[in-house]
């Protein structure tokens, strides 16, 4: 009776531990294929793509003062390929960290481990973003930190959010362990109009920097040691419209490289809601770049040249059964040579493979191409 009593005790201590535990994740897959042969980002044939899974496991911060939460997030298949830059490596953690709240002021939360960065209007998982392929501003940010994020709100509609970090970027060759990196930091402001203006209510604009050296990662190694800190300077906007079912979005990204260089990143958004089940997304972006002290071939000592081009992106969204999303999504791209586009769109496109070599599709010259996708997206 003794051992059967301690047996229960010990079983109900660890159900109310997994109580709050939230088990989420998504997967992915599509057909992706190129209309042109001039300068495709895909093949001209096109192909299936399983592009994998991501599994996440946490409890969110509870009510009340001095609550805590985790979070841990696995990236699988094509998708930690794509997220981590690294064409070998399936398994990718993108976050592990512990949450905190702190009754100061208004309250803040602190983020500490491997945390997703602040800065950016698009994200990892695709269906979280209005199309299916990613923006060139995407392809300029960093992905991932590690260090400690403190996020608290001033007042109503106004929040500010500051953190420590290893280096620029946490992701990929750059990793979790500080090795070789200098301190950096991010700091973001948000501020979102109040109801009493109409339908600009909820409209919101977030100004975010993000500064840091990864000098001695294993991505830069061969261009030698960065001199400079890389910086990414972020402007993003959210904005209601007067027509019903209209939402639009901005955003504009400036990268300075710490090896030399620089790249701009423009987009502008417009989704339609046709239903509840049912949307259509246009995309326009422009981004360039300046090359100028960006090393392409080590031992020649080439430099990158300044490149530019646009994009424009048309997808139709529909939710064909409950947490599966479908998308026919089709693209036109003008401009980028070969170095543009290993640095606009080489640094985790999404869905289009990363083969390892910076160039995507069989061209290397400038000119157009154009693309299409058909996706299926499952949460759970």
Known sequence: VSRASTAQAEENSVLTS?????????????????????????????????????????????????????NVELLIGQ??????????????????????????????????????????????????????????????????HTGLLASTELMDGLSVSAGLTNGFDSTGANNNDGNGTELGYVAGVEYTLPDSLGFLAGNSIFVGFADGNNEDNARDDWRGTNADDDE??????????????????????????GSGGE??????????????????????????????????????????????????????????WENLTTRLELGWENGAGAFGTAQLVGSGFGSRDNNGGGTYGAGNGSGSSSFFALNAFYAF
Do not use: C
């Open 79 to 144: 998708r930690a390929e794509n997220f981590g830059l690294n064409a070998d490596d399936d398994f990718l953690l993108k976050n592990a960290n512990i949450g905190m709240n702190l009754p100061v002021g208004n309250g803040v939360d602190l983020t500490i481990g491997l945390w997703d960065t602040i800065v950016g209007y698009e994200v990892e998982a695709s269906a979280s973003n209005p199309n299916v392929t990613r923006s060139y501003g995407y392809g300029l940010e960093p992905f991932t």
């Open 18 to 70: 997994l109580g709050s535990t939230v088990l989420s994740g998504s997967v992915e897959a599509s057909y992706i294929g190129g209309f042109s042969g001039n300068n495709n980002l895909y093949s001209d044939g096109g192909d299936f793509g399983a592009h994998g899974a991501s599994l996440s496991v946490g409890s969110p911060l509870g009510e009340g003062n001095y609550s805590a939460g985790y």
């Open 232 to 257: 990414l300077f972020y402007i993003g906007a959210s904005i209601n419209t007067p027509i019903e079912g209209l939402s639009l979005g901005v955003s504009y990204d400036d990268r300075q490289y």
């Open 263 to 320: 790249a701009e990143a423009t987009a502008i958004y417009a989704v339609y809601s046709l239903s509840d089940s049912t949307s259509v997304a246009l995309r326009y972006d422009m981004g360039t770049v300046d090359g100028k002290g960006i090393v392409l071939n080590p031992t020649t000592g080439l430099e990158g040249a300044e490149d530019s081009a646009d994009m424009l992106t048309l997808t139709v969204n529909h939710q064909l």
